[in-house]
């Protein structure tokens, strides 16, 4: 017994012991060293070769954060959300068949970005979205357009999915698209049948069905088409006595219109809709690079400070920078887009008495009508149609054109009325030639990824 009892007592005095060294263990403290193929900062790949080659701009250039227990760096990307849309449920197109399209559009729509290339990618994707709905619909029976109660439907959920994917909610708006867009709106014409009797569909389906991305702005064969086939339909069981449907009146101009939504959705049924968009989205750039798509206020300080017949360049550039850093903010633009910007806002001062070139005097270039970063590099968009890119790799990204330190055209007169981008072979100016080195190039294409890469991440913060 006694024997047991000291064995009960040692083990005791044992467990004490082990629980007192438990209760002073003293945590070591260990060096964080890092993996060797972690960068610990900010380094940007070289650039490529050539410095006025278009170059993809994405927020892949900057790491990941290698270490999750440090704060983000400012110009670290962020994701949109994607959720499952709640969708009304009566609307009869099978929306899984058109994921593709509706991807793109979502992407080229996305909600950081969506305002400031609304003019060049969103809205003409949105419209051509519009249209091969309008087809997808149609398939499955003999009506080109939809009928009110299911347009609002329709449109409602296809607003809602976009919005899941990550567009902007406020496309109806910044794109002015409506029901009516769906419906056919004032077009006599809305059936099959009835189309195919009125207009020569072998010749508009020869016409529309490869659309030539070089050629058809400037010597086009589907626009005129489109718009022989929607004058037919316009006055389709109309009586020509009938003048809200003549067109050059107001009432007329606006049934013209209406039918060439019929005109697209037909298309849409005889294309794939690869096929389509891509042919819509170039007939949209064909219009949108014809017109300035930023607003000008009154340059009244310009021309106070530009008037002379030989400004003082100290005075004169400081009041023209000025008012270009203010619509730097609108809009990136294309290159094409910028031509007729400048060649515009020429024109503006001129009318108001300046003769100078000041664009020249104050090295005006292309891409300052574009957006900026930080004020230091634009970004031009290519006129030819492109598209916002998004992955859960490298976020967003686009394609710049670079067409760095291209003098801004100054107009050889104060009229508009000769100026066109189609002479003599639809092509920008010409490129200068670089004085530097390819290094002194390299560094330059670098800075150019650099600052766009502080745009896109700006924004996405």
């Known amino acids: 017994m006694e024997h047991l009892i000291g064995k009960i007592i040692c083990r005791i005095l044992m467990l004490a012991i082990w629980f007192c060294d438990f209760q002073h263990v003293v945590s070591q403290k260990t060096d964080f060293k890092p993996k060797p193929h972690v960068p610990d900062k900010f380094v940007l790949s070289d650039p490529p070769i050539g410095l006025f080659d278009p170059i993809e701009i ?11 227990v440090e704060p983000l760096p400012p110009m670290y990307p962020s994701f949109p959300s994607t ?28 909600a950081p970005l969506a305002a400031l290339v609304g003019n060049v990618i969103c809205c003409p994707q949105v419209n051509s979205l519009m249209h091969i709905f309008q087809g997808a619909y149609g398939s499955e029976s003999n009506m080109l357009v939809l009928n009110q109660a299911t347009a609002t439907y329709c449109f409602s959920d296809l607003i809602s999915i976009l919005a899941s994917r990550g567009a902007n909610s406020t496309i109806p708006t910044l794109c002015s ?15 099959l049948v009835t189309f195919e009797k009125i207009v020569n569909t072998s010749k508009l389906l020869d016409s529309c069905s490869t659309v030539d991305p070089l050629k058809e702005c400037c010597r086009p064969l589907c626009q005129p088409a489109i718009m022989e086939a929607a004058l037919q339909i316009s006055l389709g069981g109309a009586s020509m006595l009938d003048n809200s449907r003549i067109p050059g009146t107001a009432a007329g101009i606006t049934v013209v219109n209406d039918c060439k939504g019929v005109v ?3 298309l849409s049924r005889k294309l794939s809709s690869e096929a389509a ?28 400070a530009c008037g002379d017949m030989a400004p003082s360049s100290l005075s004169c550039c400081s009041s023209l920078n000025t008012y270009i850093a203010s619509i730097q903010k609108q809009m990136l633009i294309t290159n094409r887009q ?8 020429g024109s503006m001062l001129q009318k108001g008495g300046v ?15 574009s957006l900026q970063s930080y004020g230091q590099q634009g970004c031009l968009l290519r006129s030819l149609p492109a ?18 330190n291209i003098a801004a055209p100054w107009p050889s007169s104060s009229s508009l009325s000769t100026f066109s981008l189609c002479a003599p072979e639809m092509s920008l100016p010409a490129l200068p030639i670089p004085e530097a080195s390819i290094s002194s190039g390299s560094y330059n294409t670098a800075r150019i990824i650099l600052s766009i890469v502080h745009v896109i991440s700006s924004l996405l913060l």
């Not at 994405?58 to 270490?67: D, G, H, L, Q």
């Not at 009566?90 to 080229?108: E, G, H, L, R």
């Not at 003769?355 to 009508?369: A, Q, S």
């Open 58 to 68: 994405s927020p892949a250039v900057i790491p990941r954060n290698p270490y999750p």
């Open 277 to 304: 968009n891509t042919a819509f989205r170039i007939l949209s750039g064909c219009k949108v690079n014809k017109v300035c798509p930023l607003e000008f206020e009154e340059p009244s300080s310009i021309i106070k």
């Open 338 to 345: 910028a031509i007729n910007c400048a060649t515009f806002f």
């Open 177 to 191: 698209v409506k029901l009516s867009n769906l419906t056919g709106g004032s077009c006599h014409v809305k059936d």
């Open 264 to 266: 697209y959705a037909w």
């Open 387 to 404: 598209d916002i890119v998004f992955d859960n790799v490298t976020g967003f990204s686009f394609t710049c054109d670079l067409s760095d």
């Open 83 to 110: 959720y499952e849309p709640v969708l009304t449920g009566k609307c009869p197109v099978n929306f899984s068949s058109m994921s593709d399209i509706i991807d793109k559009t979502a992407s080229d729509c996305s």
């Open 355 to 369: 003769t100078t070139n000041i664009y020249e005097l104050c090295n005006v270039d292309l891409k300052d009508f």
